[in-house]
């Protein structure tokens, strides 16, 4: 069964990274040796730095 990946932008190096399957906003993600947290508007994951 196919389904459709969800995917961020690292904010620091700009790659693209897959996100796993059932993923939601305020999550945390670790890339580039950082932490962010998945947020969720307009449709689409971002990642951002925590606060």
Do not use: D
């Not at 790659?15 to 906003?25: F, N, Q």
């Not at 945390?28 to 307009?42: A, D, K, M, N, P």
């Amino acid at each position: 069964m196919a389904r459709i990946a969800e995917i961020v932008s690292c904010p620091v190096c700009r790659k693209t990274i897959v996100l796993p399957e059932g993923v939601r906003a305020g999550e945390r993600i670790s890339h580039c040796g950082r932490q962010f947290v998945l947020t969720y508007e307009f449709g689409a994951f971002a990642a951002e730095a925590p606060k």
